[in-house]
């Protein structure tokens, strides 16, 4: 099995920061891509930030905001949120494209979610 765990969210006053992490355990061959997504109350899940092949990409709102990295020793990925707004706030989850030890395609795990709440 394969679990992803995020934590480091929270409320904090706009203009505020934030770090989250996710860490990947379990069964895993190797790590293809990590990356951030969001849901806001009544609205799609959108990417935030996401890194792959090297690459990383960002989500027109967040950029100069937010940088996500990765410690692929550990398994995980961060997600660091500076200049937060209210409209920053949603359920933020973690994704991993992987493939599992034993095999041979790729596989989407997500994370149960942590709530980013910014308000006064």
């Known amino acids: 099995q394969v679990q992803l765990v995020e934590s480091g969210g929270g409320l904090v006053q706009p203009g505020g920061s934030l770090r989250l992490s996710c860490v990947a355990s379990?069964?895993?061959?190797?790590?293809?891509?990590m990356g951030w997504y969001r849901q806001a109350p009544g609205k799609q899940r959108e990417l935030v930030a996401g890194?792959?092949?090297?690459?990383?990409n960002y989500a027109d709102s967040v950029k100069g905001r937010f940088t996500t990295s990765r410690d692929n020793a550990k398994n995980t990925v961060y997600l660091q949120m500076n200049s937060l707004k209210p409209e920053d706030t949603a359920v933020y989850y973690c994704?991993?494209?992987?493939?599992?030890?034993?095999?041979?395609?790729?596989?989407?795990?997500w994370g149960q979610g942590t709530q980013v709440t910014v308000s006064s």
């Open positions: 379990g069964s895993i061959s190797s790590i293809n891509a």
């Open positions: 890194t792959s092949g090297g690459r990383t």
């Open positions: 994704n991993a494209r992987l493939i599992r030890l034993g095999g041979l395609r790729e596989y989407d795990y």
